[in-house]
């Protein structure tokens, strides 16, 4: 397998970034880590080496990018509206430069799909549904689409808008439901210890109440919110995938 660390200054994030890539084609599967870890963890937790077959026969190429989450809503001792701003400058870095960096190293016409578990489900999902004409869809396992579960409780127009179960019920523009329509949302959960399925199905009839095609897939109770889940769970939806 490829595998190549490339890193650059980030001018959205003040700082330098690095990214693990891994793979020589295939569609670019964009990972966002869980919670404050880094743009490693899916190694070091071996869930790459799951997707070593899919890898290796070009059917994806995988564009792993650092978390900024302790600089946000992991820090305890930022202020709400600055964290949220934190939160926006990520968002940036992705959209203004992670992207054309995964569009030089593969082609201009590249499916993205973001995808990532825990806190990383929300900002795959997030990151897609703000920016439908940039990412095609999104694979998001044991997740919450509910900003404010991360929040401590500050809420404000910064939050509303990166908060997914929030924005898109008053979501109207034609174009961009259009092409979050055109995307391919996959869901998937467990039902097991510090999983939320519930909250998996309330953002699922969001989703239906804007005519958003989607999949949801409720895992059972033996799948809890852990790293063998996604090493299992991944791997299947790839498999699967149309």
Known sequence: MIREIHQWYSPALNKEMPIAVYGHYGFALLLIPTAAADYLEYERFELINTLTPFINEGKIKVFSVNSINTESWMNKEMEGYHKAIRHNQFNNYIFHEVVPFIKNMTSANTNIISCGASFGAFHSMNLFLKRPDLINGVIAMSGVYDLMEYTDGFYDEQVYFNSPIHYIPNLHEHDTL????????????????????????????????????????????DIHHDWPTWRKMLPYILGNRE
């Open 178 to 221: 259009e092409k979050i329509r055109n995307g391919k949302i996959i869901i998937a959960t467990g039902s097991g210890s510090h999983e939320d399925p519930e909250a998996n199905r309330r953002f699922s009839e969001v989703l239906n109440s804007k005519s958003i095609p989607h999949v949801i897939d409720i895992w059972g109770d």
